[in-house]
């Protein structure tokens, strides 16, 4: 009997648009209606079906999250709060302790229900991340140094793009280049001359970033000054948080508290004048390191991660993982670390298109080939065709990133793919860059789905193609198959090969080492 009263509710609340200290809300998914959630890590697993659970509060998944939901019928569901959500019974079951929910009917398509929401929720704010981001490939020291980060092999690796017939862009300096976590200084003995390093770097072409993260060594100078200055958050016992992550235990600032933010700013500033770096990859950040925190707001864990998120936007060089309720913000958004497999590979073009729904159209496929810590420590377990599939894929990404030397691991045959692929960017580059610059100003999403640009096309759950704004669709290989089927909607298609195609139709396409498989949209 509650469950009906509880439904009645929902629906009646509906048509007004607001449900207020809702502690359970339940509305019925109509027939043929699909919902899309902010966890972008679970875009595999979207649209939602039966059995979907996930609960947001103080946990984001390892990746950006936003708290809405969109469906295909023009619906779409807002929460400023983290909240749980359930779907069975033909329901979204959704819950949170306190706060409302925002339902609005914007249209009859899911791209009119992500532009209802953009306009209200999170407004585009006409800035966009530095466009060398887009321009050219990133380069990422991890893979290849690990934890061993030095000025010699920063070079070394820096020479051998160049030198390997790859051009110059962003190459970012990974963890571990630091004194300690919150000691912001180049480690004397492994970069013994940092400026004259960067500066090396510039002349050769490229802009340099620098890993950081809003942890402090407990047992250092600076941990115990911060923590003297109350500027590290607090434990429910009412001590100094000490938090477990991949790196061992530190304390976390208190990003609520104005003066962490400008001493972590000064560091920042200090970094960028003194040895000119450019930018800043900007790691860790996730709500549930701050479950159980006490911080000087007493809010939810997840706005300590929205308040890491907007120091980014001072510094337009940036990369982030985790976010939340950044959507129309200038970041640059990576996909969490994928593995180096053929599964992970196919979460890219989800998890990509998901970002765009969400609000964050400035986005990068993680690391070309897989950006685990472990992917490449065995190179007898190397398949180079997924490395060459990888950079394929990323190829038409707003952005792409390499971070294994490709030319190290792959033989001439493969690396030549791989060096293909970065030459056939360059001729839809002027694309992703309008279609960027166009994001910061409208919101629209740079990569969209089948089912975005072409509704009611049973295009829903397509998810191994995508499109570069309408006229650009790309159906990359990301198996070990012989052929892969392609869907053409609507209208006069040119593929990459000069054929033509009139859809609505499905077509089988042979597998090649050398191809990407794309269309272009002519009018008849």
Not at 126 to 145: A, C, R, V
Not at 402 to 430: N, Q, T, Y
Request: proline share 6%.
């Amino acid at each position: 009997m509650r469950l009906k009263k509880i439904k009645f509710l929902a629906i009646a609340l509906f048509l007004v648009g607001t449900i207020k200290a809702a502690t359970i809300f339940t509305l019925p998914i109509e027939k043929n209606e699909l919902w899309w959630l902010g966890v972008i890590n679970h875009a595999i697993m979207q649209p939602l079906s039966e059995g979907y659970q996930a609960n947001l509060y103080a946990n984001c998944y390892g990746n950006q999250a936003q708290p809405l939901l969109l469906s295909n019928t023009g619906k779409y569901i807002w929460s400023a709060e983290p909240f749980e959500i359930e779907v069975r019974n033909d329901s979204l079951f959704l819950s949170k302790p306190y706060g409302e929910f925002v339902f609005k009917k914007a249209g009859l398509t899911l791209r009119d229900a992500y532009m209802g929401a953009s306009r209200e929720f999170f407004p585009p704010s006409g800035k966009m991340p530095d466009m060398l981001m887009f321009q050219q490939p990133q380069y990422n020291t991890w893979i290849e140094l690990l934890y061993d980060q030095n000025q010699d092999d920063v070079l070394k690796y820096a020479n051998g793009i160049l030198g390997n017939g790859l051009p110059p862009g962003v190459i970012m300096i990974d963890d571990n280049w630091q004194e300690d976590y919150g000691n912001w200084k180049f480690h004397p003995q492994r970069f013994p001359n940092p400026k004259q390093m960067i500066d090396s770097l510039h002349q050769k072409g490229f802009k340099v970033m620098l890993w950081i993260c809003p942890f402090i060594s407990p047992d250092s100078e600076i941990g115990r000054k911060l923590e003297s200055e109350n500027l590290v958050l607090k434990s429910a016992a009412g001590g100094t948080k000490i938090v477990n992550w991949w790196n061992g235990y530190s304390t976390v600032l208190d990003l609520s508290k104005p003066q962490a933010v400008s001493w972590f700013e000064s560091r920042l500033n200090e970094l960028q004048n003194e040895y000119g770096i450019d930018g800043f990859k900007f790691d860790a950040g996730d709500p549930e390191f701050y479950l159980d925190g006490i911080d000087s707001t007493g809010i939810n864990p997840n706005y300590q991660t929205e308040l890491f998120c907007r120091l980014g936007i001072n510094y337009p060089l940036n990369e982030y993982r985790a976010a939340w309720r950044m959507g129309g913000q200038p970041l640059a958004q990576r996909l969490r670390d994928k593995g180096h497999n053929w599964a992970d590979l196919q979460t890219l073009i989800p998890g990509i298109v998901l970002q765009g729904l969400m609000g964050y159209p400035f986005t990068c496929p993680d690391m070309i080939g897989g950006g685990e810590m472990g992917s490449f420590l065995d190179l007898r377990k190397i398949d180079q065709e997924l490395i060459v599939r990888s950079a394929q894929c990323h190829a038409f990404m707003p952005m792409m990133q390499f971070s294994v030397a490709p030319w190290r691991i792959l033989d001439e045959e493969h690396f030549g793919a791989v060096k293909a692929a970065v030459a056939l960017r360059e001729k839809f580059i002027g694309e992703i860059l309008k279609l960027s610059q166009e994001a910061a100003r409208s919101g629209e999403p740079v990569i969209r789905s089948l089912e975005y640009v072409f509704p009611n096309g049973n295009y829903e759950k397509v998810a191994d193609q995508f499109l570069i704004g309408n006229t650009i669709m790309v159906a990359p290989f990301l198996d070990t198959l012989a052929f892969r089927n392609v869907v053409i909607p609507e209208g006069k298609w040119i593929d990459d090969r000069g054929k033509v195609f009139i859809g609505p139709r499905t077509i089988k396409i042979s597998s090649e080492l050398n191809r990407v498989p794309y269309y272009i949209k002519k009018e008849k």
